[in-house]
């Protein structure tokens, strides 16, 4: 709690505030109090004082005591005198009658229903016997004719015969015998495992210059890119050949999909960067396709060592698609 310079001056100063404004509505009294003088002035929050005064707050009331102990039960007062009953009030006179309502409107007449389907008809009832032939007699004279009745009410339908009992059902018939299991056929001979080997896919775009261009048998990325080195040894793009085998063919594809002239592209095998014999040589149309291979210029490799293939074209004019597999068995 900040003190006051002057607690006299803020007696006043207090007494002089309640006097001229009305008690506010919150619990918290606000005052700030010039370092000064003393003066204080009340003020709705101490966020308004400036420099040079302090602010302090008081609350209106002082906290709650405590509960006191509670009192002693006084003594029950004797019982007052019943009252006298009251006269019961008069009946009110019955209310007349309200007058009855209109009728309402009758509603429309629904609509009439789908006829049901028709019953089965009954079966035929069974035809009685024919009575015997009576005697002819003799041939009356011809009376006149007659006036012609009414025709007569039809008659009532017969009664439906009654449902001839169901048929008792058959035995059924003993189970056949299970058949007994055939026998086993011998296992062949395993056939001697196949070679080992690795096959290399390669797909990828020509690029923007003639080249030559190194890339690696199972590269998938387009020249224009920028992916491809243009170095002799071509390590950067050569795959790692996992197990001794041999090279034994190289099949190419090639589709001049823009027409713009035609290409001829020579694609050769690297071994660990240095030129194989291995190599052929498409003549791409414009807007044409072209094919080679090569299966007679075979080598062998050893584990560890890279194969990459050099590809030089005579026309980087047209966009064209390479697409070669090249077999290590």
Same mark, same amino acid.
């Given at each position: 709690?900040?003190?006051?310079?002057?607690?006299?001056?803020?007696?006043?100063?207090?007494?002089?505030?309640?006097?001229?404004?009305?008690?506010?509505?919150?619990?918290?009294?606000?005052?700030?109090?010039?370092?000064?003088?003393?003066?204080?002035?009340?003020?709705?929050?101490?966020?308004?004082?400036?420099?040079?005064?302090?602010?302090?707050?008081? &609350?209106?009331?002082?906290?709650?005591?405590?509960?006191?102990?509670?009192?002693?039960?006084?003594?029950?007062?004797?019982?007052?005198?019943?009252?006298?009953?009251?006269?019961?009030?008069?009946?009110?006179?019955?209310?007349?009658? *309200?007058?009855?309502?209109?009728?309402?409107?009758?509603?429309?007449?629904?609509?009439?229903? &789908? =006829?049901?389907?028709?019953?089965?008809?009954?079966?035929?009832?069974?035809?009685?016997?024919? *009575?015997?032939?009576?005697?002819?007699?003799?041939?009356?004279?011809?009376? /006149?004719?007659?006036?012609?009745?009414?025709?007569?009410?039809?008659?009532?339908?017969?009664?439906?015969?009654?449902?001839?009992?169901?048929?008792?059902?058959?035995?059924?018939?003993? &189970?056949?015998?299970?058949?007994?299991?055939?026998?086993?056929?011998?296992?062949?001979?395993?056939? /001697?495992?196949?070679?080992?080997?690795?096959?290399?896919?390669?797909?990828?775009?020509?690029?923007?210059?003639?080249? /030559?261009?190194?890339?690696?048998?199972?590269?998938?990325?387009?020249?224009?890119?920028?992916?491809?080195?243009?170095? &002799?040894?071509?390590?950067?793009?050569?795959?790692?050949?996992?197990?001794?085998?041999?090279?034994?063919?190289?099949?190419?594809?090639?589709?001049?999909?823009?027409?713009? *002239?035609?290409?001829?592209?020579?694609?050769?095998?690297?071994?660990?960067?240095?030129?194989?014999?291995?190599?052929?040589?498409?003549?791409?149309?414009? *807007?044409?396709?072209?094919?080679?291979?090569?299966?007679?210029?075979?080598?062998?490799?050893?584990?560890?060592?890279?194969?990459?293939?050099?590809?030089?074209?005579?026309?980087?004019? /047209?966009?064209?698609?390479?697409?070669?597999?090249?077999?290590? =068995?």
């Amino acid at each position: 709690m900040t003190s006051l310079k002057s607690p006299g001056l803020l007696a006043v100063t207090l007494f002089a505030a309640t006097a001229a404004w009305a008690v506010p509505a919150s619990t918290n009294i606000a005052a700030c109090v010039n370092s000064s003088t003393g003066a204080v002035r009340i003020v709705s929050s101490t966020s308004l004082c400036v420099a040079g005064e302090t602010g302090i707050t008081w &609350a209106l009331a002082g906290a709650t005591g405590p509960q006191g102990p509670a009192g002693p039960a006084g003594a029950q007062g004797p019982a007052g005198p019943a009252g006298a009953q009251g006269p019961a009030g008069v009946a009110g006179a019955q209310g007349p009658a *309200g007058p009855t309502g209109a009728t309402g409107l009758t509603g429309p007449a629904g609509a009439t229903g &789908a =006829q049901g389907p028709i019953g089965n008809t009954g079966p035929a009832g069974a035809t009685g016997a024919q *009575g015997p032939i009576g005697l002819t007699g003799a041939t009356g004279a011809q009376g /006149p004719a007659g006036v012609a009745g009414p025709p007569g009410a039809t008659g009532p339908a017969g009664a439906t015969g009654a449902q001839g009992p169901q048929g008792v059902a058959g035995a059924t018939g003993p &189970a056949g015998a299970n058949g007994t299991n055939g026998t086993n056929g011998a296992t062949g001979p395993q056939g /001697p495992a196949g070679p080992t080997g690795f096959l290399y896919m390669m797909s990828l775009d020509n690029g923007t210059t003639i080249g /030559p261009y190194f890339a690696a048998p199972n590269e998938t990325v387009s020249m224009t890119s920028g992916n491809l080195n243009y170095d &002799a040894g071509g390590y950067l793009n050569a795959v790692i050949v996992p197990d001794a085998c041999t090279v034994n063919y190289i099949k190419v594809g090639t589709y001049n999909y823009y027409d713009n *002239g035609a290409d001829t592209t020579t694609f050769t095998v690297l071994h660990n960067g240095t030129a194989t014999s291995m190599s052929c040589v498409t003549a791409t149309p414009s *807007g044409g396709k072209a094919t080679c291979n090569d299966t007679t210029h075979t080598f062998t490799v050893a584990a560890g060592d890279t194969l990459s293939i050099e590809i030089q074209q005579t026309n980087d004019t /047209p966009y064209v698609m390479y697409s070669s597999a090249l077999a290590c =068995q």
